[in-house]
Each structure stands twice: as C-alpha cells, then as structure tokens.
C-alpha cells in the first residue's frame, strides 16, 4: 500500500544533512519484527555517504518512554552506525509518538548537526496522545525539520493514517505497508525520500507561537541560538 501524488527526487545523498529515526518499540511489536525494522532502517543508510561532511545519523527506540538509543556524532563511519543500531532493544509499552518526535526536536536542534534536518517515524499504530503527537509534529517542521512516516500494518483510511499523515504534514511523506516483511519493498522509495527531504532549500521562515503569546520570527540563515534555544526549551519543559 502507497499513499498517491508521490513526490520525486533524483539526486546524490552525500548531504550535508542529518537524519534522526525513531523506531516503535511498543508491545505490538515481537523480537523478530524489531529486527526487520532495525534492518530495513540500515538498508535505507546504505545508500547514504556517512561522515563529518556529510550525512550524519541518529537513532532511537520509542513507546511510552525514549528507550536505548544514540545522538549524532561526526566521527560516525556507516559500520559505527549499523553496529548502533544493532545494539538497540525493544521497551514492549505503549505507542507515545508525542515522545518520539520531541527527542527527534531534542537531538536535531542541537549545535553541531548539520542542515537539512529529517525526521522518519516507523510506527505499527495510532500514538496514545495524537492531540500531543500533533502539537510535536507541527513544532518539528515550524523549526525546519522534514517529517516522513511509515505506517507499518496501517490501512489507508484509517485514524492511524490520517495521523501520519497530520505527523508530516504532506501523505505524499507517508509510506503505509501491509506487514513488517513487505519493509524490503519500501527501501528504494523511502530513501528518494530521504534524498528529497536532505536537499530541500535552507531558506525558511520560521514562526512560532506559543501559549505566553511569544513570538519569534527568525530566518533560518540568520536567527539567533538564543532565541531558538528559548523557543526549544519552553517547548520540551511542556512536555516533561
């Protein structure tokens, strides 16, 4: 199953860029399907240039809490990445995609990651809070990072797509499959994705505003850490 109206891209995947994915680690999910996630996830690296100057990479499990996982580092080789990710391990909680994207904001946002910044959220079901999972969502891609979502096991039609789709604002950044064993199919069209999303253009208008009515307006080559920093800080101390 394929959301219609994809958008393509052709290009190289060298970067710079950074790419944060979370994997769902909730109780839906057995050992054995934890282990394709994992894999497909390192299919789609592959096909990336991984290093200082280039594409770098993050990880994480998520259900009700951030389980194991690890940041962006510059020194990362492709095999240090894969190595990462094969240490990771399944929590088996509940489905709180909420969390998922505010650690996705958390490790994208800091100082030394690079731009364009992408999140991907892999997911078998509807979040536990989608009225916070949205709030997160939109917070992403208000501070300029790119949301793509596979819905494994989700129908079209259904409330766990149209969240997904609500996650990254655009369906045609939704990939929605039958089973865990069909994620091989998507590897190709989940990675012209990603080169998509890592060579979108740098100039963006940020504006967002929160519940104090602050507003802060900042263009992405010219805004302020300090600024930003504070937009950041107030918006993760709401979720703890």
Do not use: H, W
């Amino acid at each position: 199953m394929r959301n219609s109206s994809r958008l393509s891209f052709s290009g190289q995947c060298s970067g710079p860029g950074a790419v944060a994915f979370a994997l769902d680690g909730s109780e839906s999910i057995n050992s054995t399907n934890f282990d394709e996630l994992k894999q497909f996830v390192k299919s789609n690296i592959d096909q990336f240039t991984i290093g200082a100057n280039n594409i770098q990479i993050a990880a994480f499990v998520f259900s009700q809490d951030i389980g194991g996982g690890f940041p962006f580092d510059s020194q990362d080789t492709k095999y240090t990445v894969f190595a990462k990710l094969d240490a990771l391990k399944l929590i088996r909680m509940a489905t709180f995609t909420d969390v998922a994207i505010t650690e996705m904001i958390r490790l994208l946002v800091q100082p030394n990651v690079p731009s364009p910044k992408v999140g991907v959220v892999l997911t078998d079901g509807e979040s536990y809070d989608p009225g916070k999972t949205q709030v997160a969502a939109i917070t992403a891609r208000t501070l300029g990072i790119t949301l793509l979502a596979v819905g494994i096991g989700v129908t079209p039609g259904s409330s766990a797509a149209a969240e997904l789709n609500a996650i990254t604002g655009n369906p045609a950044q939704v990939l929605l499959i039958n089973g865990y064993s069909q994620l091989t199919n998507l590897t190709t069209i989940l990675s012209d994705l990603l080169c998509q999303g890592l060579n979108i253009s740098l100039s963006l208008s940020l504006s967002l505003s929160l519940s104090l009515s602050l507003r802060i307006k900042i263009k992405t080559q010219k805004y302020s850490y300090c600024k930003l920093n504070l937009v950041i800080k107030l918006f993760l101390s709401v979720q703890q």
